[in-house]
């Protein structure tokens, strides 16, 4: 069974760094893409960065120049630095990967349990 397992949420003060990291575990047999998305109390799920597996990148407009999404292919795991930390950043960020479990398989979408990201003084 496939899991996309987080970690390094936490509290950040205004202006600080957190690092977040999602390791895709169990059998897989190709990675399309993976991505960080978050949801704030009362809003939807919004995307905040993707790459595929090639290493092209996508960044919500919010987070540009503030976020890095990168990837270890070889480990499966993909990570969101995340500078210049505000406010209005607190969520909840979810990894997110489209994968193929085996050659066979269709690619299919997978969520991790999400991680909660707080930014405060």
């Known amino acids: 069974q496939v899991q996309l397992v987080e970690s390094g949420g936490g509290l950040a003060q205004p202006g600080g760094s957190l690092r977040l990291s999602c390791a895709v575990r169990?059998?897989?047999?190709?990675?399309?893409?993976m991505g960080w998305y978050r949801q704030a109390p009362g809003k939807q799920r919004e995307v905040v960065a993707d790459i595929t597996s090639g290493g092209s990148t996508d960044y919500a407009d919010s987070v540009k120049g503030r976020f890095t999404i990168s990837s270890d292919n070889a480990r499966n795991t993909v990570y969101l630095q995340m500078n210049s930390l505000k406010a209005e950043d607190t969520a909840v960020y979810y990894c997110?990967?489209?994968?193929?479990?085996?050659?066979?398989?269709?690619?299919?979408?997978?969520w991790g349990q999400g991680t909660q990201v707080t930014v405060s003084s």
């Open positions: 169990g059998s897989i047999f190709r990675v399309a893409s």
């Open positions: 997110n990967g489209i994968l193929q479990t085996n050659r066979l398989s269709p690619l299919a979408q997978y």
